[in-house]
């Protein structure tokens, strides 16, 4: 798969004005329809431009390896499982991907999806005995629908943010990895503490194919310690960590 934000070539496609239609959904739109990542999505076969954003992170941080058990949280319509299905299994039926999504996703080859929402208290028992062992790594591209309003969102977001963390910790292998969409506007310092007492490494990084405008940015844990430490521990020692560890933004 190539970098760089996509191929730009091609027609730019103008959406007409109609009655009943809001100028701001006419914008979303065109620029929709312009995205090259949506066109390069359509051509490589993925569900939807998400997918780059996984790939690309991957390509940097070298996240998924063959073997691996994989946990998708929120992960309609699929774009991020395929990427893991791809990048982890040696052929489709070797594949250990798990995904949960509460929306519909058509089947995936070598991906297994839940519908179900992940707050269900029955969800990660569920998960666990699809995938038939621990993850090694697990990912979330869950969002609270938006409201418009940037704080009420980035709240909404950050919980089911933390959450995937409280998962991710019970339930990794030592030296897993976890990767969890976030928004721009200070990630608590609760949640950095905790994951820097979990993991021996911490990024925030925003890949090319998240567009230049999104608050959107993901936060990176690599190499769980194997033994989990919960909040209460975190805290207790706030105030001995250093700076946020290794934090990266592209």
């Not at 312009?34 to 390069?40: F, I």
């Not at 490589?44 to 063959?66: C, P, Q």
């Not at 929402?117 to 995938?131: I, K, Q, Y």
């Not at 963390?165 to 200070?186: C, E, M, N, S």
Request: charge should be positive; glycine fraction near 10%; aromatic fraction near 6%.
């Amino acid at each position: 798969m190539s970098g760089g934000r996509g191929d730009d070539r091609g027609l730019t496609v103008r959406v007409k004005k109609k009655r009943g239609i809001k100028a701001s959904s006419r914008r979303w739109l065109e620029r929709h329809l312009n995205d090259p990542y949506v066109r390069r999505s359509k051509v490589d076969g993925y569900r939807s431009r998400a997918a780059y954003k996984l790939s690309e992170i991957d390509d940097r941080y070298k996240l998924l390896r063959k073997g691996m058990k994989v946990v998708d949280l929120g992960c309609a319509p699929g774009g991020w499982c395929q990427i893991a299905v791809q990048r982890t299994a040696n052929a489709p039926e070797e594949a250990r991907v798990v995904g949960i999504d509460y929306l519909p996703v058509d089947p995936i080859s070598g991906a297994t999806i839940l519908e179900m929402d992940f707050l269900d208290n029955d969800a990660p028992d569920r998960l666990l005995e699809a995938l038939g062992d621990a993850p090694d790594i697990i990912l979330s591209d869950m969002a609270a629908p938006t409201t418009g309003h940037r704080r009420t969102d980035h709240l909404r977001t950050m919980h089911l943010c933390e959450v995937a963390v409280d998962f991710a910790i019970r339930t990794l292998k030592p030296g897993g990895h976890f990767l969890t969409k976030t928004f721009q506007g200070g990630t608590e310092g609760e949640l950095l503490a905790l994951l820097k007492k979990n993991f021996t490494s911490v990024h925030h990084v925003k890949p090319p194919a998240s567009r230049d405008g999104s608050v959107e940015l993901f936060l990176l844990a690599k190499g769980f310690r194997g033994t989990a430490r919960g909040l209460h521990d975190a805290n207790d020692d706030q105030k001995s960590l250093n700076p946020p560890t290794e934090t990266d933004e592209q």
